[in-house]
């Protein structure tokens, strides 16, 4: 007897099963209905789940449509995700039928992950300003591929009753959306709508809401008229006027008592932006990102916007709508830029609580537009640049937390307090690191409880428990006394790392350096191994140590903290340390000094009272700024070494650099190699008085720069054989110079690296020091 075959058996013969996991950032961003969609466009059977480390996908089906899902699943993935790795696995063909979307709980914990905010997507765009859409003109409207996530969540997991859209349950449309896996709204957790989610309304300052048909209307009626009105955004309140307002933009100064720092400005598109700044791809791909973050970009000169935006600087902090709220307030013609910046007082964390807002923005706004959707995660916007033709983070915030960082290696878990300045903390655990958002200065309880705060919430929602705090080496940090303190409470160990050191390492680990690499880091200040105040260091760096190969040469810094704020204090100094008489009437004249500041200081510095050592070249920006732009005190850190750059905006790169001796040390006995300034400064000198432009001095003094550290880099490499530099440090903000050094050592034949996804400023320091302790523990754990 001869059986026919069975056809079901035939058929699954040419089956095949695969499993596949994906790694990356997967979760909350619309990827198991992507999956979902693409599996039923194959033809595929299977199911996807999330769990603590992605995703899981089975597929089964014919070897070429397995093939096509495959490809397409890396090619078409959703914007808001990002696959690190898809791993392979055969599995045996089941003769499933269908394709499901599982619970997470089926496949074991519960994934942890929450996704960053991001910008209100085009799909969603499109219905926002669609008359015929059941959302149109809502502003809260959103869906997997956009929307808050970071600032609107309480815990994990990343659930809608663990949101502040808990208050608010869906609507009968709503809710067919979020559970229809062919629906863009499919898991959507602040899913909402007119019918069922939050609103917006105008209030005054005692809390009162202000009658209005149309409160956005009504908001735009009251920028136009020169008002200030404060912003209920994602992750705070920002204070907002009209930007081509002169008036408005200094009412908005005077009452917010913050005098010289630049505003952000808000224009409605890619478009307008162009019409106020000159702008690369690279700048305008920046500014697209769902991140929108705000890109420092060259300002056209005539553009509208009032001076009083960005004074003394040639550039203008730009961003783009990122939120429904705001395109509808850009969508009125009568809009053009808007000043948005976040609604505190002079350095305090930004206000998110509806009471607390008007509690302390009363003296300053002059109505509120408020909404009701709680923001529960305090998030300031991102500041970004172009540098040297790369995107570089200044300030990490919205759209960038809680997002991991990688690691070159195992991390135990641990928590990286930062330090002082534009604090960021991190925790980290096997390969990642978490940097928190930027928090701001660490000089206050406001800022501590922020910190706390963010603590509390980040290592909940990353289930870290710390077994190792990290702080900086400075002893009167309020982030270190914080560090030993809460170590002290739970028993666990501490590890302290030096300023410059945690820079470079940043570094190292963002391009799997394991060293030893030449370590350039220029900033402001930072407690160096010997006590002094640090910033102008040439380090050899691994990651677990380094030593001091040179360094800027030491001078006073005369009141200490003073002179950042002062810093014709540091100019005295410095001149002084060159040798010039401080006291002729010519340097007072030029420093703005009276003889009785001059006689102060002297004495300050001849008996070491509370005048320092310093080796910063932050401080030497800010000497050689007051000279030469005539700016004596500063509103705000570095606004001398900004406005010193952006005056030589327009010179040439290959201008004659100043000249800086290079001392030798002795590398046997680790005596350090010496920059002497004393000649830069007699140059510096002798084209001020021959009336050399102020814009040529300026480049002639960043060349000078970077050829002495392209020299110490040289002599490194003559004494060590080391090829591989690494450039990290607040100055590395400073365009010119950055572009300048790399330059000079490419043309050396150094290989350079460079932050990409980390701030060379203090704001990437906890990312460093969480580097450090991982090789320390490493080395220690397995000991060579
Ligand atoms: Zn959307
Ligand atoms: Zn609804």
């Known amino acids: ?21 994906v790694r990356g950032v997967v979760q909350g961003v619309g990827f198991r209905p992507f999956v979902y969609r693409l599996a039923g466009e194959q033809g595929l059977a ?59 709980e089926v496949l074991g914990r519960v994934s942890t992950g929450i996704p ?47 949101t502040s859209m808990a208050k608010f349950p869906m609507c009968a449309q709503c809710h067919l959306e979020y559970h229809d896996p062919l629906n863009r709204r499919f898991h959507a957790q602040p899913n909402a709508c007119r019918d069922c989610g939050p609103r917006v309304w105008l209030a005054d300052a005692s809390g009162s809401e202000i009658p209005a048909a149309d409160p956005i209307a009504s908001t735009i009626d009251r920028l136009m008229a020169g008002g200030i009105v404060a912003i209920k955004g994602i992750g705070g309140f920002h204070l907002s006027v009209d930007a081509t307002s002169e008036s408005a933009v200094m009412r908005l100064r005077q009452r917010k008592r913050r005098f010289g720092k630049p505003f952000a400005v808000m224009v409605k598109d890619l478009e307008s932006a162009r019409r106020i700044c000159r702008l690369t791809a690279e700048e ?40 429904p709220l705001q395109h509808l307030l850009f969508a009125d013609p009568r809009v053009r830029a808007l000043v948005m910046t976040s609604a505190n007082l002079s350095e305090e964390p930004i206000a998110i609580d509806n009471d607390d807002a008007r509690a302390r923005l009363g003296e300053i706004a002059d ?56 604090n960021v903390f991190a925790l980290a655990r096997g390969r990642f690191a978490y940097q928190s958002q930027h928090l701001g200065d660490l000089e206050n309880i406001t800022a501590l409880d922020f910190f706390r705060e963010s603590l509390h919430h980040l290592s909940r929602t990353f289930e870290i428990e710390p077994e190792l705090v990290v702080h900086d080496l400075h002893p009167g940090y309020l982030s270190t006394q914080w560090a030993k303190q809460w170590a002290e409470e739970r028993g666990l160990p501490l590890i302290a790392v030096q300023h410059h050191h945690a820079h470079i390492a940043a570094c190292m680990a963002e391009h799997s350096l394991a060293g030893p690499v030449i370590g350039i880091s220029l900033d402001g200040t930072g407690y160096g191994s010997d006590g002094r105040v640090w910033g102008g260091e040439v380090l050899i760096g691994w990651l677990d140590r380094f030593e001091r190969f040179a360094h800027l040469g030491f001078v006073p810094m005369p009141g200490s903290e003073a002179a950042i704020r002062e810093p014709w204090r540091m100019a005295f100094a410095h001149l002084q340390a060159a040798g010039f008489d401080g006291e002729s009437s010519d340097i007072l004249d030029r420093l703005g000094v009276t003889a009785q500041e001059a006689r ?25 700024a007051v000279l030469v732009l005539g700016r004596r005190t500063v509103d705000y850190e570095a606004q001398a070494a900004i406005e010193l750059e952006g005056i030589a905006i327009d010179e040439p790169d290959d201008v004659p650099a100043y000249e800086m001796d290079l001392l030798p040390g002795d590398w046997a006995t680790r005596e ?61 903000h400073n365009q010119r110079l950055a572009r300048l050094l790399r330059a000079r050592l490419q043309e050396e034949g150094f290989e350079v690296y460079r932050h990409f996804r980390v701030s060379p400023g203090d704001g990437g320091l906890s990312y460093g020091q969480t580097v450090v302790a991982a090789a320390i523990r490493r080395k220690v754990s397995r000991p060579a």
């Open 1 to 21: 007897m001869h059986a026919e075959p069975d056809p079901k058996t035939a058929l699954q013969a040419t089956k095949i099963r695969r499993e596949v996991r």
């Open 116 to 162: 960053a905010d991001a910008a209100t997507c085009a799909d969603c765009l499109r219905e926002l300003f669609d008359p015929a859409d059941r959302r149109f003109r809502y502003p809260f409207l959103n869906c997997t591929n956009c929307g808050p996530r970071f600032t609107i969540t309480r815990q994990i997991p990343y659930d809608r009753p663990q």
């Open 46 to 104: 299977g199911f996807i789940g999330n769990d603590t480390d992605g995703v899981v996908i089975e597929i089964e089906g014919s070897p070429p449509a397995v093939e096509a899902f495959l490809t397409r699943l890396r090619a078409e993935a959703p914007p808001l995700s990002r696959i690190d790795s898809v791993a392979l696995r055969d599995g045996i063909a089941t003769g499933e039928t269908g394709f499901r979307i599982v619970a997470s």
């Open 600 to 624: 102060i200081l002297m004495r300050m510095v001849d008996r070491r009272l509370n005048a320092p050592l310093t080796s910063s070249c932050g401080r030497l920006f800010d000497a050689v």
């Open 284 to 323: 305008e791909a920046l500014l697209a990102t769902p991140a929108r973050p705000i890109v420092l970009a060259r300002e056209r000169g005539d553009c509208g916007i009032a001076a009083g935006v960005a004074p003394g600087i040639p550039w203008l902090g730009i961003f783009l709508p990122y939120a």
């Open 367 to 422: 109505i509120f537009l408020m909404h009701n959707r709680e923001i529960l995660q305090r998030c300031d916007d991102s500041v970004a640049a172009v540098v040297d033709g790369a995107p570089q983070l200044i300030r990490r915030a919205r759209g960038f937390v809680p997002l991991a960082i990688e690691l070159p290696f195992e991390s135990p878990p641990l928590l990286a307090v930062g330090g002082h300045l534009k």
């Open 672 to 732: 350090p190699a010496r920059l002497d300034v004393a000649k830069l400064w007699r140059e510096v000198f002798t084209d001020l008085r021959s009336g050399e432009p102020r814009s040529r001095i300026s480049a002639r003094f960043h060349a000078g720069i970077a050829a002495g550290f392209q020299r110490a880099a040289a002599l490194a490499r003559t004494t060590t054989g080391i090829r591989q530099v690494a450039l990290s440090g607040g100055c590395f």
